[in-house]
């Protein structure tokens, strides 16, 4: 048993997530997360700099 596991054949998986996911909608409520976590993510590390400035 462990003997053909060893020499089992290694194969290559193919699929078409990457193409399917280009195919979808983009719209205004994507836009509007990705600009409003950039904004998070700005104002944290603004946050993180002025706090460790003052400790």
């Known amino acids: 048993m462990a003997q ?3 020499t089992a ?3 290559t ?3 078409s997530i990457p193409a399917r996911m280009d195919r979808l909608p983009w719209s205004r ?4 997360v990705v600009i409003g976590l950039g904004t998070v993510w ?4 603004l946050q993180v ?3 460790g ?3």
């Open 4 to 6: 053909s596991m060893i």
């Open 42 to 45: 700005i104002l944290d590390g």
């Open 13 to 15: 998986v193919e699929t």
């Open 29 to 32: 409520w994507h836009w509007m």
């Open 53 to 55: 400035s003052i400790a």
């Open 49 to 51: 700099t002025i706090v």
């Open 9 to 11: 054949e290694l194969r």
